[in-house]
């Protein structure tokens, strides 16, 4: 019978650390995930303030943006939503995951250009990665596709650069794997989208059909941009938004801009990782705290009895 108390005894203060570290491990990863999106907003909100405007000559000014961060090389505004980020682009698919446009450590990293693009955006394809956040923030805001009734009433986006403005129109919204090369591999698609408006029709959530008309019909003069971030609870699975505008330069790398000899690979993965979760961690705080309250009234019980 003694063997027994103690043994009680013994897992239940066990039960009790445990639950003890669990709160507090939890505790800590709610505390640092406030700090990420409260940075991430004040990140946001400061950079509105160095947003270009359109000129009369299709252009904008980039020189504040540039004295911030010299790699910036766009600016994406996606209507309907609170995607209004600049671009950069970094010397590798990592380096902007992390940091944030001034070259801070941060986990909401930037919305940045696949290193195997051009960074005038005059490819026939390119790809522009985005962490999936709460709040609106990031590429969070790319849920927001999920809805049809949403997809199609918000239809249109912009691409700023110093030379030109992108006038984009919503293609499509997909789910893909990111080993699907027609979205992931910028290569696949260096000349033309010929082949690409087929893959879209075959595997898109929703598609508009005006756009992929036009695609369909002028695969040689029209561009298409991605911008990816991580689907929701899916690991390894990426939400795509398709967009496309008429392509009025000429392919090819501009002069004195030539790309890296060594292709970069898409990231391993652009949204929050298992670490990063608000969700998780409230909801494992929640549960700890209730176990423990419910360990300690029944210590108390046994006590009494």
Request: proline residues 5%.
């Amino acid at each position: 019978m003694r063997f027994l108390k103690v043994t009680h005894y013994l897992l239940t203060r066990v039960t009790i650390l445990v639950l003890l570290l669990l709160l507090l491990v939890s505790g800590y990863f709610l505390w640092s995930n406030s700090r990420t999106y409260s940075a991430a907003e004040d990140v946001y909100e400061s950079l509105l303030q160095l947003k270009p405007e359109e000129t009369e000559e299709g252009k904008a000014d980039f020189s504040e943006l540039r004295k911030a961060n010299p790699d910036v090389c766009g600016w994406l505004t996606v209507t309907g939503t609170k995607i209004d980020y600049p671009v950069v682009q970094g010397k590798d698919n990592l380096y902007y995951m992390n940091r944030d446009y001034y070259g801070n450590p941060s986990l909401a990293g930037s919305i940045f250009l696949d290193t195997r693009n051009n960074s005038s955006f005059s490819d026939a394809y390119s790809l522009v990665y985005g962490h999936h956040m709460d709040d609106h923030l990031m590429f969070g805001d790319l849920d927001l596709f999920k809805d049809e009734q949403f997809f199609r009433l918000n239809s249109t986006a912009t691409i700023l650069t110093e030379d030109r403005v992108l006038h984009l129109q919503v293609l499509a919204l997909l789910e893909q794997p990111d080993s699907v090369e027609e979205i992931f591999d910028p290569s696949r698609w260096e000349s033309d989208l010929s082949q690409f408006g087929a893959f879209i029709k075959d595997n898109a959530v929703y598609v508009r059909e005006s756009a992929l008309k036009e695609l369909s019909d002028k695969p040689t003069m029209v561009q298409a941009v991605s911008l990816v971030t991580c689907a929701s609870g899916h690991t390894g699975t990426r939400t795509v938004l398709v967009l496309i505008a008429p392509r009025t330069d000429s392919p090819g790398v501009p002069e004195g801009d030539v790309p890296s000899e060594t292709p970069s690979k898409p990231p391993a993965k652009t949204g929050d990782t298992l670490f990063n979760s608000p969700m998780l961690w409230g909801g494992l705080l929640g549960v700890s705290l209730m176990t423990l309250i419910a360990a300690r009234l029944i210590e108390k019980r046994r006590k009494k009895n």
